[in-house]
């Protein structure tokens, strides 16, 4: 199995970001039990095919193995954000925005219709309005949103960004972390400040992480 994820790999840098061969490394990874890589797989995958019904059990049942839950705490808000690619989020908020446009063009040329098509209307621009703030939403969550995976068995984080710094907590392989902050020291591993699902930060070095 390790040896089909470097080809699952290397055909990634070959041919470019594909769902299915994110899918498939992501199996390969976990059957190798490596879950840490299985998980960054699977996620880079759901972010060109977030719907997959596949996809989501496999992501889901090995976070299980990790984490207890198919959920990351305090993620509600943008798994639900995660449901639609950008691209999708913006044919929506189009859609809605040119809905609302041809419906008061539509009032201004049968002035007898505007009654009829005020509540039209109105729905339509408040579409609009909601889905341009889900995009709004999704774009910065994206932007900001600097994802990680610890694929080693034990990532040590500790309170400051060097060896003899007091130790924190652990994290086992597989957790997923947000990336707050990088220290590269001379002659030093690098080392990466990041935030757990229970919102605790510290420092870890940057080897034991895979950065989505």
Not at 94 to 100: H, I, L, P, R, S
């Amino acid at each position: 199995f390790p040896e089909a994820a470097a080809a699952y790999e290397q055909l990634l840098q070959t041919n470019g970001p594909s769902a299915a061969l994110y899918f498939n490394l992501g199996n390969a990874w976990y059957k190798a039990d490596q879950l840490g890589r299985a998980i960054a797989a699977y996620r880079q995958a759901e972010a060109l095919e977030p719907r997959d019904p596949n996809l989501r059990f496999n992501l889901q049942f090995t976070r299980k193995k990790v984490i207890g839950g198919d959920t990351l705490p305090g993620e509600t808000w943008r798994e639900r954000l995660d449901t639609l690619t950008l691209n999708e989020w913006t044919a929506l908020a189009a859609g809605a925005f040119w809905t609302t446009f041809l419906l008061l063009a539509l009032g201004e040329v049968r002035p007898g219709w505007r009654k009829s098509l005020r509540v039209w209307t109105l729905a339509a621009g408040a579409s609009a309005v909601l889905l341009g703030a889900c995009l709004i939403a999704a774009m910065q969550a994206r932007s900001r949103h600097d994802a990680a995976v610890v694929v080693a068995p034990q990532a040590i984080v500790r309170y400051g960004p060097l060896d003899e710094s007091q130790v924190f907590y652990q994290l086992r392989d597989g957790s997923e972390v947000t990336v707050l902050d990088e220290k590269k020291l001379d002659n030093q591993p690098a080392w990466v400040q990041v935030r757990d699902a229970a919102r605790r930060v510290g420092w870890v070095k940057r080897d034991q992480l895979l950065r989505l």
